[in-house]
């Protein structure tokens, strides 16, 4: 949600319902003062068929953590239990700052579910990235080892099965698995078929769990057992059309005690076949409200469910859905579309322009300028989101360079 976004919904929800809603609210924001029948800390789910329970919000660590001890702390003291980082978050300091965190704390590290991944390309690399994941996190283990940002199920070959079988013999890693924003329902489809996936970890919200591909996507991956984390759960989008009715959307949510963001992810809770939502929770404020959520038990009207599927139909060519085999596929060279569009969702949704600059000017110099000048028509009609990659991507290429 931008700022803007918030201060309208607040505004419009203050209008509506006065100062009894802005009690509601602030009730909202904080876990300890929320329903009486709520637990006091996030409930918990198995994750798949593992065995293993995980608290359905887990804390993202792409942040400052060596600086904000206080805010892992404060996490553990409400249940949010499962920690989610990787090798190359913040250049190593997520990782370094949940090692500074178990070095002050060494009794926590039995609380958390401990996950980290890996981007190299090779078992090697794999095997070299964990031990320094283990070393910068003072920790002789992992939880769940994610093999990164997958964009196809052919990346899960049988080196990577006899890597994870083996690192798992050697005590270092409990569950193994991939995450991916990417070409995610056939990276589902094909983990449900191998048979040795534990976990996944893939881009999901209130827009992608209406189509019937994701549907049958989770179903495959909920009968064979795999636990299923969700992230960018807020569906953010990379084209902001501010219009009335989008706005409005927040006050309607926040007449029924809670915000569009919240709203969004218990949308998703609502789902039995998602264990957890990985959200980045930078702030103790954010952490609070999304601890909020999680406690709270009331569940969305059909009305309000109504709202966000329209609210998705309605803003389809503002959100990549990241298929990107379909418009990558189509370009006479190589840009990859995806991941510019989540660069821009970073900038104009999250409101995290430099995070996302840097990683748009860490693509090479060809590919931005490149970005620029190619011709998008046949990527555009073959987009089933019906996005203006070409005008995106020159945009992109102005504004992130
Ligand atoms: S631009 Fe369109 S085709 Fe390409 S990944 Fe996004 S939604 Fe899919």
């Known amino acids: 949600m931008t700022d803007s976004k918030r201060d309208y919904s607040r505004r419009e929800f203050l209008k509506t319902t006065g100062a009894a809603g802005a009690g509601l609210l602030a009730a909202s924001a904080f876990p300890g003062t929320l329903a009486a029948q709520a637990p006091d800390r996030v409930p918990n789910r198995p994750f798949g068929k593992t065995g ?50 178990f070095a002050r704390y060494p009794e926590d590290r039995k ?40 964009r196809n199920i052919s990346s899960m070959d049988k080196d990577r099965q006899r890597w994870g079988e083996k690192a798992k013999a050697d005590g270092k890693i409990r569950l193994f698995g991939f995450s991916t924003h990417s070409n995610m329902e056939e990276c589902l489809l094909g983990a449900a078929e191998l048979g040795w ?3 996944i970890m893939m881009t999901y919200n209130y827009r992608l769990m209406q189509t019937d591909r994701m549907r049958r996507a989770v179903d495959a991956c909920a009968r064979a057992g795999i636990g299923l984390t969700a992230m960018k759960t807020q569906g953010g989008g990379q084209v902001l059309t501010g219009s009335a009715e989008e706005l409005k959307l927040g006050g309607r949510f926040l007449q029924s005690g809670y915000t569009e963001g919240q709203a969004k992810l218990k949308a998703v809770w609502e789902n039995p076949q998602i264990a957890s939502i990985c959200s980045q929770m930078p702030t103790m404020a954010l952490l609070a409200q999304n601890t909020a959520a999680a406690l709270n038990r009331t569940k969305l009207s059909a009305d309000e469910r109504n709202a966000l599927e329209n609210h998705a139909l309605a803003g389809a060519s503002g959100y990549c859905a990241g298929c990107t085999d379909i418009c990558e596929g189509a370009l006479p060279a190589a840009v990859p579309v ?27 110099a060809e590919t931005r300028i490149l970005m620029g000048r190619l011709d998008y028509t046949a990527a555009e009609a073959r987009c089933p989101q019906k996005m203006p990659i070409g005008r995106l991507m020159r945009e992109a290429a102005a504004d992130l360079a």
């Not at 887990?58 to 989610?84: C, E, H």
């Open 52 to 101: 293993v329970q995980v608290a359905i919000l887990s804390l993202g660590g792409m942040f400052d953590i060596p600086n904000n001890q206080l805010l892992m702390r404060q996490a553990l003291k409400w249940g949010v239990t499962y920690w989610d980082t990787a090798n190359s978050y913040e250049g190593g300091n997520s990782e370094l700052g949940i090692g500074k965190y």
């Open 111 to 150: 609380l958390v579910f401990l996950v980290t991944k890996s981007t190299a390309w090779t078992v090697k690399g794999m095997s070299d990235h964990l031990d320094l994941s283990l070393e910068r996190m003072q920790t002789d283990h992992v939880d769940l080892f994610f093999v990164h940002a997958i």
């Open 197 to 199: 996936i534990d976990g």
């Open 338 to 364: 995806g991941r510019v569009m989540r660069y821009l969702m970073y900038c104009r949704s999250y409101g995290s322009r430099e995070f996302a600059r840097r990683r748009f000017n860490a693509l090479p």
